[in-house]
């Protein structure tokens, strides 16, 4: 098997581009100098770690103090096969869980749902009861283990699965630590799904700020997504500024439900993708923490220095992971984590190099984990804080993110905000073209993918890959009907009229799906539940 290149043009693949620019298609110039930074109030926008506008880093010390929380984004099959995974990662030096749940939890189906059919368990764990959510943590403590669900439209539900089940552990949840994604309007955007339309899952959000501030103390009530939209192909500058954009929109919406700003706004945090070119991601970073700053300080009048701190989680890139020589993409990820860590990110999960064609095997989670694990302990880059800062390239680089992505949320105070501006189809017809004039750049071999569309192999041979039981969705369908069959009718059915009841009048729902959740509802009947208040949300066809 020996590499070969596709043509004759493309041998000289070593040759410099003549015209180089980012993924943001910023031009990248030869040399930079001083002159770049010319009238640059350096001391004032960069400044120190750990100081307004945070630059450089939100903590003053950085990893000198604490490494990043190590996570590794998993969920596969039933909750016995989802544990099992996990206490793998926790025996191999995983420092927090990261849950990924499948299709039909995510848009509020039961397992035995007739669109369900053959979803149950593929991309993640199936939960539709407080039994799945206790065989899914068996075993684990609560309290010592901080648990990130990439969870949505039904956050609130999962949310209050997971404190039931600390509750039945004896835990006290004043304790738990951890994260739901809970960003619905990065859904309208990018992948679809969502439930119930926005003003509705705007005040789902909004009821889940307020009772975390009471309840879970130490709990992040949002993850402000960009991952997905640069998933779906945007820019660098776009993953920003419709990031931003969407946590503006979810200040706003808790500010006009009568919260305040200082309250709920330190426990929200942000959720990047690590992407390729390297010194522009680790750019990009520095941009959105100082925007970020200046966004809570000025516009939201934010007086308390937590709530102006942009705190992230950091993903590898899964849509730059290729099928084609699949080991090439252990190096991929490795490049992205080391962007993520000189970005200044608070935790980090880094993908397996099996992903493009299939969940990861233990052995490709392992290797994952490891190239967090040799960053952290290997590489020396954590014994200092924001070891880049002051090149002249990074500033710049910086600085001209920030001014494009404030460009952008411009252009969406305008349109009245990022509502109207997802109505309108603005924000997708974005990321589109971006991702097109990409995919053009790959074709015409403008933009170089390794083992795509240069350094191709003719034979390759295959690796291991990572199968689901499929007798998992008979199994899951089984204990679903078995435990409504068991059930106490009566508490079941008054949870459920209760939560009826204080979606109509406006009361806070969180108590009311604790309730339900514990008197063993359903993610499925407590989704239609909601379902029959709010509608569903059905996309416009914008022409």
């Keep these: 098997m ?5 043509n004759a043009a493309s041998s000289d693949a070593a040759s410099p581009d003549q015209d ?3 993924s943001s298609n910023i031009p990248i110039h030869p040399l930079y100098t001083p002159a770049d930074l010319k009238g640059q109030n350096l001391e004032g926008d960069v400044g120190y770690p750990g100081q307004y506008p945070f630059t450089r880093g939100v903590q003053a010390t950085m990893y000198r103090g604490r490494l990043w929380t190590m996570r590794q984004y998993a969920g596969m099959g039933d909750a016995e096969e989802s544990n099992k995974r996990y206490k793998y990662l926790l025996a191999h030096g995983t420092t927090g869980l990261s849950v990924a749940f499948d299709l039909p939890t995510q848009i509020g189906l039961d397992s035995d749902h007739p669109l369900a059919a053959g979803e149950v368990g593929k991309v993640g764990v199936a939960i539709d009861s407080i039994e799945d959510m206790q065989r899914l943590f068996d075993g684990i403590d609560l309290t010592r283990i901080s648990t990130s669900m990439t969870i949505n439209a039904t956050a609130s539900i999962l949310l209050a699965l997971y404190v039931a089940v600390a509750r039945r552990q004896g835990a006290d949840i004043l304790k738990l630590s951890g994260t739901v994604q809970n960003d619905v309007l990065k859904e309208y955007i990018a992948r679809g799904t969502y439930i119930y339309p926005p003003k509705q899952a705007l005040r789902i959000i909004t009821d889940l700020f307020a009772w975390t501030n009471q309840n879970l103390p130490e709990w992040n009530t949002i993850s402000v997504s960009g991952y997905h939209m640069r998933e779906a192909g945007s820019t660098a500058v776009q993953e920003v500024a419709f990031t931003l954009g969407n946590g503006i929109a979810y200040v706003q919406a808790a500010l006009d439900a009568g919260l305040d700003v200082d309250k709920f706004a330190p426990r929200i945090s942000f959720f990047f993708n690590a992407h390729n070119n390297f010194l522009e991601e ?6 959105a923490r100082r925007m970020w700053a200046h966004i809570m300080r000025q516009r939201f009048k934010a007086r308390d220095p937590h709530s102006w701190m942009l705190r992230f989680h950091t993903q590898t890139a899964g849509s730059t992971l290729t099928a084609q020589q699949p080991e090439n993409n252990i190096v991929r990820t490795a490049i992205q984590a080391l962007a993520a860590v000189l970005g200044g990110t608070q935790s980090l999960h880094t993908n397996s190099y099996d992903e493009a ?3 990861p095997t233990e052995q490709a989670a392992r290797i994952a984990l490891r190239t967090q694990q040799i960053l952290g302990y290997e590489s020396g880059v954590p014994q200092t804080v924001d070891p880049l800062a002051g090149s002249y390239f990074l500033e710049t680089m910086t600085n001209e993110i920030e001014r494009r992505a404030t460009v952008y949320l411009e252009k969406i105070d305008v349109m009245g905000g990022i509502l109207k501006a997802i109505e309108r189809g603005y924000v997708q017809q974005e990321i589109q073209n971006a991702a097109y004039e990409y995919q053009q750049q790959v074709d015409q071999e403008q933009a170089i993918v ?4 240069r350094f191709v192999v003719e034979e390759e041979k295959p690796i291991p890959l990572q199968h689901i039981d499929e007798a998992l969705e008979r199994k899951q369908v089984e204990r679903l009907r078995a435990l409504r069959a068991r059930r ?9 009229t209760r939560l009826e009841e204080a979606a109509r009048s406006g009361s806070n729902l969180m108590p009311n799906i604790v309730d339900a959740v514990d008197a063993y509802a359903t993610v499925g009947e407590i989704s239609d539940t909601l379902r029959k208040v709010f509608g569903e949300y059905k996309e416009a066809v914008v022409i």
């Design 2 to 6: 020996t590499d070969k290149p596709r």
């Design 20 to 22: 180089p620019r980012t």
């Design 282 to 287: 680790v750019a990009k970073f520095r941009a």
């Design 357 to 359: 064609l299939a969940l």
């Design 450 to 453: 390794v083992g795509v569309n």
């Design 488 to 496: 106490d009718p009566q508490p079941w059915k008054d949870a459920l």
